[in-house]
């Protein structure tokens, strides 16, 4: 996708115009702090909202997305959130992104625009302002900054939303332009979060969310009195019935058989790698891979990071883990063959 320059000051006097040089790439949200109108970002540039842009169609892992102007956009989906990881870099229309600023990615809707966001747990809708392109994960509706996060009361890293634009008032739009949050909207009523909760079927559910729910607690022995189990494994030998008599003596006892020698685990015929995110931008992919010490590719219209090669999965593994604690949640072992 082609990154969106923002216009800045087409409204403004002259010297606003001074104000409109940001970067045109994609990166995370705007900055700033609370002011009664819109105050400088860090950095000195102060955020202002041109003319809505849309950019042009991009595809994420076989799927085309095309920004539209829809003024009753109203969709439920999954959200995800990210934070310190991309601080500073531009985003889609060239605001330095705050991660503590209440603002939001997402794949299709005018760029800035506004949106209520409403999880699907408890109730809580917050308004965000939306300047950015992404998640670039086909099962994520909307990719929320920390700020945003936090002030929905998201403490994991995927939950079940509601996105519905909307228009705030000219104050509640400078605050979020100056990365302050505005006021919660009422909970949406029990009976509607049913309701919504029910669109959720049939939307593709992320892996991780979808392993946490089929998790369910199991038992680390079987109840007294409750059904044998088999135990299956080279040597392994199943637990014995409970007997009501003797089992009568055999004549000559056989020398037990050795147990068949555990099978090897197959060499690996290839190395391992680590998928770490998909950007836009190729800025946005080199400031994540220098975050994680890895690489980025080029792949259709997307900049790919990856760490790696590994020669086992433990190392990749070991990978996964230290993106995921720089804020990469979806990063996965991939096995190259």
Not at 136 to 142: E, P, S
Not at 219 to 238: C, L, Q, T, W, Y
Not at 266 to 286: E, K, P
């Amino acid at each position: 996708m082609k990154s969106i320059v923002r216009g800045g000051g087409l409204m403004a006097a002259g010297a606003a115009l001074l104000l409109a040089g940001c970067g045109s790439v994609d990166g995370k949200r705007d900055g700033g702090r609370v002011a009664a109108g819109p105050t400088p970002a860090p950095g000195g540039t102060a955020v202002v909202d041109g003319p809505p842009k849309l950019g042009d169609p991009f595809t994420v892992a076989g799927t085309t997305y095309t920004p539209a102007d829809v003024n009753d956009y109203d969709d439920v989906g999954y959200a995800s959130w990210y934070g310190e990881e991309l601080a500073g870099s531009p985003t889609a229309i060239g605001e330095p992104f705050n991660p503590d600023a209440i603002s939001a990615a997402h794949k299709t809707l005018p760029l800035p625009s506004y949106v209520e966001v409403t999880a699907l747990d408890t109730g809580r809708t917050i308004v965000v302002r939306v300047n950015d392109r992404g998640p670039m994960v086909n099962d994520r509706l909307i990719d929320l900054s920390r700020g945003a996060a936090q002030q929905l009361g998201l403490n994991g890293g995927v939950a079940a939303v509601r996105v519905r634009r909307t228009s705030p008032p000219m104050a509640e739009r400078a605050q979020l332009r100056s990365g302050g949050a505005v006021a919660t909207r009422l909970d949406t009523p029990g009976t509607l979060l049913v309701l919504l909760r029910k669109k959720l079927e049939g939307k593709p559910v992320p892996a991780g969310m979808a392993a946490a729910t089929a998790s369910k607690p199991t038992p680390s022995a079987p109840a007294p009195g409750g059904d044998r189990f088999i135990v299956e494994g080279p040597g392994a030998k199943a637990p014995k019935p409970a007997a009501t008599k003797p089992a009568p003596k055999p004549a000559a006892a056989k020398p037990a058989a050795p147990p068949p020698a555990a099978k090897p685990a197959s060499a690996a015929t290839g190395s391992y790698a680590v998928q770490v995110a998909a950007f836009s931008s190729q800025s946005r992919a080199n400031a994540a891979a220098k975050s994680v010490g890895g690489m980025v590719t080029k792949a259709g219209n997307l900049w790919r990071v990856r760490m790696g090669p590994y020669a086992s999965e433990a190392e990749a593994a070991s990978a996964v883990a230290k993106a995921k604690a720089k804020g990469f949640r979806d990063a996965q072992v991939q096995r190259d063959r």
